[in-house]
């Protein structure tokens, strides 16, 4: 079964910094996606970046970008030139890539961002 | 475009009560999958919709089943409900035209109080 870790529970930034979040994830699938959510207080679920397995190339959208290591099996979020709108509880899942309805994703426990301004 | 809807944003039951809740999928989608996010954990998978048949289920006993119309849109039903029930019920909507379908869209979830 797919496990995605968490280890900071709690991580803090201040604003206009640049702040990494960790991930650690443990399977034997070869093909699948990596993703980050961001989870204000209001609790939608937004999709803030996805990855891959199969490309190397580290994914990117604005100010958010990955360090993908797939042999390590870790997938942190960097937040360049942080903004007080990024305060949320961010978190990463797993998803198999190949089967036509793959399916769940499996989610960490999330990282609680505080941005101080 | 119309993202993922879902109603009621929140629902106060009684133990051993039932409840609905409903999803609509953002539009050009046609898979729905339900999960359950407890206070302070993420998200747990309860299980998907695709073409009216539940596809895939997680860990949760049969009191948890679901719907899917025609239409794509779903239900959540939850008989015999425990205050464990207590939780934010997410739906979440991908397409099955996508390659791999790999991205999942979530709706604002619906707060579930069970006293």
């Known amino acids: 079964a797919q496990t995605v870790t968490q280890s900071q529970p709690e991580m803090s930034v201040q604003e206009a910094e640049t702040v990494t979040l960790s991930c650690t994830y443990d399977t034997s699938e070869s093909d699948y996606y990596l993703f980050w959510y961001k989870q204000p207080p209001s609790r939608q679920m937004i999709l803030v970046i996805r990855?891959?397995?199969?490309?190397?190339q580290n994914a990117t959208e604005n100010r958010f970008s990955v360090n993908f290591q797939k042999a390590a099996k870790s997938f942190s979020l960097k937040i360049s030139d942080s903004q007080l709108g990024d305060a949320a509880m961010y978190f990463c899942a797993y998803r198999r890539g190949y089967h036509t309805n793959a399916g769940k994703s499996t989610f960490g426990d999330g990282t609680t961002l505080t941005v101080k301004p | 475009d119309a993202g993922v809807t879902q109603s009621p944003t929140h629902l106060i039951k009684t133990r051993g009560q039932q409840v609905t809740l409903r999803c609509s999928p953002k539009?050009?989608?046609?898979?729905v999958s339900w999960y359950q996010q407890a206070l302070g954990q993420g998200p747990q998978f309860i299980f998907q919709?695709?073409?009216?048949?539940?596809?895939q289920r997680g860990n949760f006993p049969d009191r948890f089943s679901g719907h899917q119309y025609p239409n794509y849109s779903s239900e959540l039903n939850v008989n015999a409900l425990l205050l464990g029930d207590s939780a934010l019920y997410l739906c979440?909507?991908?397409?099955?035209?996508?390659?791999?379908?790999?991205?999942?869209?979530f709706g604002p979830g619906t707060r579930l109080l069970v006293l």
């Open positions: 539009s050009g989608h046609d898979t």
């Open positions: 919709y695709y073409e009216e048949e539940e596809r």
């Open positions: 990855q891959e397995a199969y490309k190397q």
């Open positions: 979440a909507s991908s397409s099955s035209g996508q390659a791999r379908q790999e991205t999942q869209y």
